[in-house]
């Protein structure tokens, strides 16, 4: 993944949503639950964006950058 992606996962941690880089949204989910989410994405969204104007992403992190496959396991 990487830096911007892995921003977004644990800044919405922190606003008590587990989410990851895609959404599956179901018929389970209220108009209020998926509104929501659409507020708290924004807000992420901004602080991405921030991360990468800044030019240094890597000091937005709230600890190591997610890593695909089984890299994370060697």
Do not use: K, W
Not at 19 to 31: D, F, I, P, R
Not at 57 to 63: A, D, K, N, T, V
């Amino acid at each position: 993944p990487g830096v911007r992606s892995t921003i977004l996962p644990q800044r919405m941690l922190e606003r008590g949503v587990l989410a990851n880089t895609a959404c599956y949204a179901s018929l389970a989910h209220t108009a209020d639950v998926v509104e929501r989410y659409g507020e708290l994405l924004g807000e992420v969204f901004g602080i991405v964006r921030e991360a990468v104007d800044s030019g240094q992403p890597e000091s937005f992190l709230r600890g190591d950058a997610a890593l695909s496959g089984f890299s994370r396991l060697t």
